[in-house]
């Protein structure tokens, strides 16, 4: 992300900016879709991972922001294969 540090709203405060990476939107039933964003090194630890973010009903352990409406966030990963991996742009450091 490039511009201005945002903080993400109704959880600790969280500042997200340049060091971030977006890695998509995930609808969990709201108003509107709820930004994903990685730390430009855990970015690096996964980019060999495929990650799966799912929505399932039940109760988190966290303050997240899924917590309220009786949902949870289950992550799924599996390794990308050669060919996904040919795919990919790289991210700048």
């Known amino acids: 992300m490039t511009g201005p540090r945002r903080c993400a709203t109704r959880t600790v405060r969280l500042l997200l900016g340049d060091a971030d990476v977006h890695l998509g939107d995930l609808d969990i039933g709201l108003a509107r879709d709820v930004p994903v964003w990685m730390s430009r090194a855990q970015h690096a ?17 966290g303050f997240s922001l899924e917590a309220p409406h009786g ?22 450091a």
């Open 45 to 61: 630890y996964w980019s060999h991972t495929h990650l799966t973010i799912d929505v399932v009903r039940g109760r988190g352990a």
């Open 71 to 92: 949902v949870r966030f289950l992550v799924r990963s599996r390794l990308l294969s050669d060919a996904e991996l040919a795919t990919l742009e790289e991210v700048p």
